[in-house]
């Protein structure tokens, strides 16, 4: 009797933090609304839109060449393989033939895309947990695909090299040769990523076991690229519908099964690994050739519905357009790989501690711009 | 006879000489604390600029190198920027604990500076119960760190504050019992017999396998104590923004920050004195000029503070489960049994000795 009294009088509240908008673990402008008991967290509600910038709503203003140059402030770490996903939609449905140079140039830029934002990845997930020093190993490596990139297409990050049609001009001449280089060069610096952090008892002991997904969790929330393949559900589109020159090459799909963060981080290690290995399949024998088909100066797509789906380096980015024959689209979606992963947070960091829930986000990989688009 | 020395007898004598005995003890220490304050306040900044320049070589950087040669009057310069700056607050703060915080903190790490015998008579303050001065007074910082993260009126700071005293309370623990490991040999807490002690080879030589093993958990715990990484869980930006200190700006930040450096020279300087022999020269090669000892115990220091360096720019964080477990299913037990065979070794006289 007398303890009911009390505890009726007692007033209890749950603990809530935002984290963010402004908070170093969220990358970006997210907010993270949290309650949590102790230590413990109870609950996490992404909140989006501090950054959206309406793309879709700019896409139907725009013309199908100007809407490749938004897709690149989307996934900004992605903004080759981005580019090529409108440019493929767009060529699909004129039913362009690409030349072979083309789309071999595309896969090797993409992949290298892939490693310059995995390793960006590494080094802000080093950091998340707490080891500053891997955010400038990764940014040591990156620092030499993006100078790549510079030399041949003039930008660092929003690259705008894909047109409809092609490619805006020809690779630079060294493009080749710094590349192999970069590759010889990255095959001895990889292993040390391996030697700093990954070996690492704390971290170990950090990753394993945290942040579960399974497989049938991963299908259910719509999980892709590396989250998706860390919990077993084999969902690369490079494999599934290989695009642009993916269909030439052999590649491993890298798949581990037990769903936790430290599978998901494996995954994208080993992800470098395969992409180097898909770049030195293609680099030796990049054919001759065009580097553009001419398409009119206002494509117009034919009257209907079109998809295309690429892997970027977060994972299924799909392009749906509805077009009503006009020269611009009059719908498009981007189906972005980073909103349908953040939207299992919630599921994988309950029951965690707020170290964890900043580990297993890290692992998510999530650009913010891509979730907001 | 050396020339330091000599000078601080000389004004010693001259002080009694011209006061009555109370006035010129007084005198006294008032000079001496403003002399080890100015010592230490701009070590501190020194040992936040090695940090740096440790930390851009780990990170393949060049560190601090545009003001002053190599970089060296950069914290300086920081330290005149805090000194100017506003102190901003929150507007609901415990306003009297707020302010308190950072002395808390600071005078706590300056008071522990004071028994250290950086050579043979240069000691400000030695009494018969060195070791427990030291870990006291090392344990009152916490509760300034508590009440910084408490009063500021923020639920990250509360968060890093809480996990400090958990943190704190449980590795104080390992930090007094590794040291008793070592206080068997000595057989005494008063740090200048425990320098005497070594004069027949370092403790940590003398002692052995318990001593290696104290000196680890030491280590460990005392870079847990100083909560610095792989124990940052206090500040942990990525989690929790700047933790316990997120709504300290200026001078009064600039207090925990310089008492963050001062903690681990002390633990690095507790380090020196009870396992490598303080002031004193391997195989006693410098003993006839005295003075060298304050060069020899810096530099014994300043390896073990690289070592914390090291630590930090290396270790990924532990998470706080991790941290306790750590210290109570590990540390703890194992320190109990070190004890206890460190106790056997000195029962049965198997120490080495020179």
Not at chain 1, 134 to 146: S, V
Not at chain 2, 215 to 221: D, G, L, Q
Request: aromatic share 10%; proline share 3%; glycine share 8%.
């Amino acid at each position: 009797m007398d303890t009911n009294i009390a505890t009726s009088n007692l007033k209890s509240e749950d603990y809530f933090i935002n984290m963010g908008p402004q908070h170093p673990a969220t990358h970006g402008v997210l907010r993270l609304l949290l309650t949590i008991d102790g230590e413990i967290i109870k609950k996490v509600e992404p909140d989006l839109g501090y950054i959206h910038r309406s793309i879709e709503k700019m896409c139907e203003r725009d013309s199908y060449q100007q809407i490749v140059h938004l897709t690149d402030r989307m996934d900004y770490l992605s903004s080759h393989i981005n580019n090529e996903a409108v440019c493929l939609t767009v060529e699909n449905a004129l039913q362009l033939e690409i030349p072979e140079r083309v789309k071999v140039i595309r896969t090797i830029i993409g992949e290298l895309t892939r490693i310059a934002s995995h390793t960006l990845w590494w080094g802000v997930m080093g950091m998340d947990v707490g080891a500053l020093t891997t955010y400038f190993y990764g940014f040591r490596d990156r620092e030499l695909i993006n100078d790549i990139f510079e030399e041949t297409c003039g930008a660092r990050l929003t690259m705008n090299y894909n047109i409809p049609g092609g490619l805006m001009f020809d690779i630079h001449p060294n493009f080749v040769k710094r590349t192999k280089e970069f590759i010889a060069h990255f095959k001895t610096k990889l292993p040390e990523y391996d030697r700093l952090l990954t070996g690492n008892v704390i971290f170990q002991k950090r990753m394993k076991g945290v942040g579960i997904l399974t497989k049938e969790d991963a299908i259910s929330f719509g999980a892709s690229g590396p989250v998706g393949r860390g919990s077993g559900y084999s969902c690369d589109v490079r494999k599934h519908h290989p695009y642009s020159a993916l269909d030439k090459v052999t590649f491993k799909e890298v798949l581990r099964t037990e769903g936790d963060s430290l599978a998901r981080y494996e995954v994208r290690i080993q992800e470098m690994w395969e992409s180097m290995s898909i770049i030195e399949q293609l680099i030796d024998n990049i054919p001759e050739g065009d580097v553009q088909v001419a398409t009119n100066a206002v494509i117009k797509l034919p009257k209907g519905e079109f998809y295309q789906k690429v892997e970027t380096a977060r994972g299924e980015l799909g392009v749906y357009v509805i077009s009503t024959g006009t020269k611009n689209p009059y719908r498009l979606k981007f189906r972005s790989p980073g909103f349908s992963n953040l939207s299992l947070l919630n599921h994988i960091a309950v029951g965690g501690k707020i170290g964890d829930l900043v580990a297993s986000m890290a692992t998510l990989d999530i650009v913010v711009p891509d979730i907001d688009r | 006879m050396n020339i330091t020395l000599s000078i601080t007898k000389n004004i010693h004598n001259w002080l009694f000489s011209i006061m009555p005995e109370g006035v010129a003890s007084i005198t006294e220490m008032v000079l001496i604390a403003v002399v080890y304050l100015a010592i230490f306040a701009v070590a501190g900044l020194y040992l936040v600029l090695l940090e740096r320049k440790v930390a851009a070589w780990f990170q393949l950087r060049i560190g601090p190198n545009r003001v002053g040669w190599w970089g060296l009057l950069q914290t300086m310069a920081d330290a005149l920027k805090l000194v100017s700056k506003e102190l901003t607050g929150t507007v609901k703060a415990d306003k009297f604990l707020y302010n308190l915080a950072p002395y808390f903190v600071i005078v706590s790490a300056l008071m522990a500076l004071a028994v250290f015998p950086f050579t043979q008579e240069f000691q400000a303050f030695d009494i018969n119960i060195g070791i427990l001065f030291l870990i006291a007074i090392s344990s009152i910082g916490v509760i300034g760190i508590l009440l910084g993260g408490w009063s500021s009126n923020n639920k990250f700071a509360l968060i890093g504050a809480m996990r400090s005293g958990v943190q704190t309370i449980s590795y104080e623990l390992s930090v007094g019992l590794s040291l008793l490991t070592m206080i068997l040999i000595t057989g005494s807490l008063q740090l200048s017999e425990i320098v005497e002690v070594q004069k027949n080879g370092w403790l940590i030589v003398q002692g052995h396998i318990p001593a290696v093993i104290a000196f680890m958990i030491y280590m460990i715990a005392g870079t847990a104590e100083t909560n610095r990484a792989p124990f940052d869980l206090v500040e942990a930006e990525s989690e929790l923004g700047a933790g316990f200190h997120t709504e300290y700006s200026g001078m009064k930040f600039a207090y925990f920050f310089l008492a963050e450096f001062i903690n681990m020279f002390i633990i690095a300087a507790i380090a020196t004195t009870v396992f490598f022999g303080a002031w004193l020269s391997p195989f006693g090669i410098t003993e006839s000029i005295p003075l060298l000892g304050v060069v020899w115990f810096l530099g014994k220091t300043l390896i073990i503070v690289f070592l914390m360096m090291w630590f930090r720019w290396t270790f990924p964080r532990l998470r706080i489960d991790q941290l306790l477990t750590l210290e109570w299913k590990y540390l703890l037990p194992l320190n109990l049994l070190n004890l206890v065979l460190m106790a056997l070794i000195v029962w049965l006289n198997l120490t080495i000795q020179f």
